[in-house]
């Protein structure tokens, strides 16, 4: 009879040691883009809350975004390259779907041969990635990862097409996640809407995003709030407890309507979709590293993450702020 194969000792629990943003430096307003298709500042100030948004160059891609946001973190958890041992990186705007940018990133960064992928759930991308990372710690199979989010949506945005031209942008953020006595990631609550795949997509190598917004709209405010209560709940706090909430940055109405109905009444809720966008899987990690970065929320406070977005796909934790 088999003895069984040998596992490594896991971890208790994983934490997030450190964020790391990054936001590309031209700065796109709403009167610039007013220039070239039919709309104006204030129909997207009050229909999706953006005033401006970051474009990257023509020489920044995944890749370049990816470096600039993992650096960051790495440099606020005080590892060194040498301690990260996998590479999780989280994006859907992809210039090219071979090879995957997670290692070429880490070879930038000067981490050596770590395991490197890269993971495709949309604007839900993050939180996904950061479920994995934190199960691989505690399964013994990585001291520390990296995972970044980095999106150039801008590159797959049709600009004569006013719903969608205004709304996606670049950038990247990222995490440390570590190994720790207690747990600082909670469990997550992830899931799909298969039958609704049509509704942001990008049909193919020519195409453009093209998405039906108010049934998107509709989802997003009915279905991802109790998502949100559930990770809550099996965190083991109450909405009342978060220090922060951190929803994908999609649509600052989709924003307030997930809090209010979270009833989250004493935490920060974030708004960085007014200055950066929506930036797909980096804009959780994009929000709450500025949030840390401004001192808006407590170190060691618990904060609600919640991404939602094509496929249709949602993941939430709740994690304890680094
Ligand atoms: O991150 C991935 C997840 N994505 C989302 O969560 C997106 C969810 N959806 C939304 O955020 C919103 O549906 C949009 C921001 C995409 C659109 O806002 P809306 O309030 O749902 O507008 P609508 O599509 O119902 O359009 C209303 C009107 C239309 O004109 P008519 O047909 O009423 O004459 C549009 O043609 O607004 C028009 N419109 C615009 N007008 C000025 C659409 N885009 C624009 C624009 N400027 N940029």
Redesign the pocket.
Known sequence: MSAGLRIPDAAPGARVLAFGDYRPARVVTNDELAQTVE?DDA??RS??GIRERRIAADDEGIVELGVHAGGKALANSGLDPSDIDLVILATCSAESPMPGHAAQVAHRLGIDAPGAFDLNAA?AGFCYALATAGAAVRAGSARNVLVIGSEKMSQWVDWTD??TC??FADGAGAAVVTGSDSPGIGPVVWGSAGDKWDK?IIADRNASIR?E??A??RW?TTAIAPVAAEACERAGITPQDLAAVVP?Q??LR?IEAIARRLKATNAVVADDIVHSG?T?AASIPLALSRMIERGDVPSGAPALLVGF??GLSYAAQVIQIP
């Open positions: 709309t129909w997207i229909r999706v604007c006013r719903s205004i709304i942001i998405q917004g108010q998107v709209f997003a994908h999609a649509n989709i929506n797909s977005g094509a």
